[in-house]
């Protein structure tokens, strides 16, 4: 095992389970289980087609206006509520409400109020992941030094430069850690938004292939989607962590 | 520009189910330019609360500050450098606040025995090195009032010495008025050539004595008297 090192580690994991499902999917011969194989070649039809990447970047566009949309927001309201007392009560029970509410309420609500729209369907997403970036920042807001604030304050910054070079470097790592949960989340809820009520992406192609009980267009549908956020997480939203944490680790 | 004038008559601690403390009471003070100023107490009586004061960073009070300069340079009892930045940008963001062009970084960390040490960060340094860092940081933004707040607690001897001495060549190059908070006699007697001192909690003025920079067995001397 030493021998491997981590990444060999992972290596070996990620083909044990290519492993195990290609032995679960040759021993159970049925159609609703397919092997990697039989996935792969519905992948490249789909590609071939000409299906699998509008779906893909009409989803993409979806998530990314939904967890911008979600993330500005969400960290003005947490910054307004983690530093001020009475926007905090004054806005805390919606907060609570939106946190206890599913998702799946929130999309059915959107879709029955405001018709099977664009702005319903990303409104709806942003709604629900909104409440989860609100108390991360809060807590991140909270927890801001009083002594740098008068700093600030002592020389005069103007609120531009007092945001930049005092709040949001502390803020940083919560912004982070909404972020990055929040982008996990927020994709597999636009896939239920798309398989309720919108005309395109992975979710309605997802729900088509349902339809039609095609479970290899289903899992490749699925699996192209995740690995294009897997490929987001690893290539954008690490290495903007680590960027933003670089100064931790400056010291000699 | 007429002096800086602090006029405090009272100021208040309040806390939720407990009595409200009396931190400051009845204290006047002015600041003629270029004094140096110690405002010197025991533990606790209320000096940091009067200096925040002055430096408006506690609005709550009733008095006023009258004239309170545009440009204030501070060393706080803690260094407060911006540790994600390195010690050059830390000089040049309250600059640039100040509505100064780029400060002369090295030479200004070169001045309080920094030199070379423009891209290193906070974390990097010393306390004694970055209380040195943040006076370097007072000066960038070429200060009318000079503020620091006990800045040799907290440090061994040596060190206190060496930047006892710093402090006292820096105001004496620039000729800046100054305000200093101790409860040293030693550090306001070497800094100071006004020494206000105050009594203990609620803070008042007890007497304000004038003496030569430097001066301790004089300033110990007009204290008994």
Not at chain 1, 118 to 129: C, D, N, Q, S, Y
Request: net charge positive; aromatic share 6%.
């Amino acid at each position: 095992m030493r021998r491997l090192g981590l990444p060999g580690l992972r290596l070996a994991s990620a083909l044990l389970l290519l492993g195990l499902w290609w032995a679960a999917a040759a021993m159970a011969q049925d159609r609703a289980l397919p092997g990697p194989l039989a996935v792969l070649a519905a992948l490249r039809a789909e590609l071939a087609a000409g299906a699998l990447l509008p779906a893909l970047a009409a989803t993409l566009a979806r998530v990314a206006a939904a967890f911008l949309l979600a993330m500005a927001l969400g960290s003005a309201l947490g910054y307004a509520m983690g530093r001020n007392g009475i926007t905090d009560a004054a806005l805390d029970p919606w907060v609570l409400l939106l946190l206890n509410i599913p998702a799946l309420v929130i999309i059915l609500l959107a879709y029955i109020w405001c018709g099977q729209t664009e702005a319903a369907a990303i409104g709806a997403v942003t709604l629900a992941k909104l409440p989860n970036v609100v108390v991360v920042v809060r807590e991140g807001a909270r927890a801001l030094d009083p002594a740098l604030d008068e700093v600030a304050t002592a020389y005069r910054l103007t609120p531009w430069m007092r945001l930049r070079e005092v709040v949001l470097p502390q803020l940083g790592p919560f912004l982070a850690a909404a972020a990055r949960s929040g982008l996990a989340i927020l994709w597999k809820i636009v896939l239920v938004v798309e398989l309720l009520g919108r005309p395109s992406g992975v979710g309605f192609e997802m729900n088509m292939r349902f339809q039609l009980f095609d479970v290899p267009g289903l899992l490749a549908y699925s699996l192209a989607f995740a690995a294009v956020m897997l490929a987001i997480e690893g290539f954008v939203m690490q290495p903007a962590e680590r960027r933003a944490r670089a100064w931790r680790g400056a010291a000699a | 520009m007429p002096p800086l004038e602090l006029s405090i008559r009272r100021k208040l601690y309040r806390r939720a189910g407990a009595p409200p403390v009396e931190a400051v009471r009845d204290l006047a003070l002015s600041f003629p330019a270029g004094s140096v100023t110690a405002l010197f107490g025991p533990s606790g009586c209320g000096k940091t609360t009067a200096l925040r004061i002055l430096m408006g960073l506690d609005p709550d009070f009733e008095g006023e500050v009258r004239h309170r300069p545009a440009r204030l340079g501070v060393v706080f009892q803690e260094p407060r450098l911006l540790p994600w930045r390195s010690l050059g940008d830390n000089l040049r963001i309250v600059a640039r606040a100040a509505g100064l062009p780029a400060p002369p970084v090295e030479a200004l960390l070169a001045r309080v025995g920094l030199e070379g040490w423009a891209g290193r960060y906070p974390r990097e340094l010393s306390l004694g090195m970055a209380r040195r860092a943040a006076l370097a940081r007072a000066l960038a933004v070429e200060p009318e009032l000079l503020v620091l707040d006990e800045p040799f607690v907290s440090l061994d001897e040596a060190t206190a010495a060496q930047l006892r001495a710093l402090v006292a060549a820096v105001l004496a190059e620039r000729r800046v008025t100054a305000v200093l908070v101790t409860h040293a006699l030693e550090d306001a007697a070497a800094l100071a050539d006004r020494i206000a001192l105050l009594t203990p909690r609620p803070a008042r003025l007890r007497r304000l004595v004038a003496v030569p920079r430097g001066d301790l067995a004089g300033l110990r001397a007009a204290l008994a008297g």
